[in-house]
């Protein structure tokens, strides 16, 4: 079954970048069905969706994170990332990948299925 | 952007009762594009229901959702010890694409 593994460093310094990256695996991530996301977590908090990329490269974002969100594929290695830039202490995290099943055709909303298990990113100095 | 209030904060309930998160939005959430996710301590959220009523693969039909609009249900007929968790609503209906704060079932 299509399974989803997030890769990246644990650590991030203040006002650096933080770069992760989905690796999908048991299915292929250019398929017009789908697009793929990010959502984040903070410890003991909700669940805030980043943005979300199409396979041909097509994006679109949170407007809360926009100016310092860039998310890009790979199709070849059947991979997408993530970059947010200028972190502070506020993005620190527990950061998802997941499959965003489009809920119609043309459409770029859709539900999350599945997630990756998620990946913690501590923004300190 | 839509808010999703869910309530209540917490749900204290014994195995076998009946839960019912409810899942408020701010305007009206467009063709019911609304989904109900399970999160259990250290893991990833699980996709429970989409459409508002219409229930993931493999889910038990123990649970059920509804409504449409601005007000959405999620029932769980009889709850299993597996079922204490949280449980979260997302409206996919207009972006940005919006999460509720929540809902805890505990153990009572």
């Known amino acids: 079954q299509l399974q989803l593994q997030e890769s990246g460093p644990g650590l991030v310094k203040p006002s650096e970048t933080l770069s992760l990256t989905c690796t999908v695996s048991g299915g292929s991530i250019s398929s017009s069905s789908y697009y793929w996301g990010w959502i984040r977590q903070p410890p003991g908090k909700g669940l805030e969706w980043i943005g979300s990329i199409y396979y041909s490269g097509s994006t679109y974002y949170n407007p809360s994170l926009k100016s310092r969100v860039t998310i890009s594929v790979d199709t070849s290695k059947n991979q997408f990332s993530l970059k947010l830039s200028s972190v502070t202490a506020a993005d620190t995290a527990v950061y998802y990948c997941?499959?965003?099943?489009?809920?119609?055709?043309?459409?770029?909303?859709?539900?999350?299925?599945?997630w990756g298990q998620g990946t913690l990113v501590t923004v300190s100095s | 952007e839509i808010v999703l209030t869910q309530s209540p904060g917490t749900l204290s309930l014994s195995p076998g009762e009946r839960a019912t998160l409810s899942c408020r939005a701010s305007?009206?959430?467009?063709?019911?594009?609304l989904a109900w996710y399970q999160q259990k301590p250290g893991q990833a959220p699980r996709l429970l229901i989409y459409g508002a009523s219409s229930r993931a693969t493999g889910i038990p039909d123990r649970f059920s959702g509804s409504g449409s609009g601005t007000d959405f249900t999620l029932t769980i007929s009889r709850l299993e010890p597996e079922d204490f968790a949280v449980y979260y609503c997302?409206?996919?209906?207009?972006?940005?694409?919006?999460f509720g704060g929540g809902t805890k079932v505990e153990i009572k």
């Open positions: 997302q409206q996919y209906g207009s972006s940005p694409f919006t």
């Open positions: 997941a499959r965003l099943v489009r809920a119609s055709y043309g459409g770029n909303g859709g539900w999350f299925d599945p």
């Open positions: 305007q009206s959430v467009s063709s019911s594009y």
